[in-house]
């Protein structure tokens, strides 16, 4: 039997593009500072002077125009800076009107649904409103009714009206039978 293959481990040049493509940033082999070798149990940096000083690798491995690591320029110090306390305000300033509004309308919407009145269902007939409802129609007969718009210029509501305009119209008595509908 063969021995099982270890995991492969992805590197940066793993993880570069084809052709000459090199990663930006080497791999990080070593702690960069002296106090963190010996942190880590490496122990001095005498101990291993194979590892480059701090001062001769370039910032965190990057080096991305591949040239030398150039000089750090030196840092400016910083300066804290500290705002000044505000001074305690002379008088007590009465809460603002808008406050005062907006609580007086949340104790205005959270009063009981009860108080309020309700409004009376009426038919839209007698309310003087038009009815309305919905047309299902199949495809063939709303692509038609689409042209039929197109062409005609009219909306698919004028030609649907007109066509029950007429249609009640050849009807017989249905004039009568709404007439004593609406009385009662």
Do not use: Y
């Not at 910083?78 to 509004?101: F, H, K, S």
């Amino acid at each position: 039997m063969s021995e099982p293959k270890p995991f492969a481990s992805l590197s940066p040049s793993l993880l570069a593009r084809k052709g000459a493509a090199r990663p930006a940033m080497r791999p990080q082999i070593m702690p960069l500072t002296a106090e963190d070798r010996q942190r880590m149990g490496f122990g001095s940096a005498a101990l291993a002077p194979e590892w480059p000083a701090p001062a001769e690798a370039d910032d965190l491995g990057w080096n991305d125009l591949g040239e030398d690591a150039a000089a750090a320029a030196p840092v400016a110090e910083v300066v804290a800076i500290a705002a000044e306390p505000l001074p305690a305000p002379a008088q007590i300033v009465e809460r603002p009107e808008v406050l005062r509004q907006i609580e007086s309308l949340a104790d205005v919407l959270s009063a009981p649904a009860a108080s309020a009145r309700r409004r009376e269902r009426g038919t839209a007939l007698k309310e003087g409103r038009k009815a309305a409802f919905t047309l299902r129609l199949d495809a063939a007969r709303h692509l038609r009714l689409r042209l039929a718009c197109t062409v005609d210029n009219r909306s698919a509501q004028q030609i649907v009206v007109e066509a029950l305009d007429r249609f009640l119209e050849s009807k017989p008595g249905l004039d009568d039978l709404a007439r004593r509908a609406l009385r009662t």
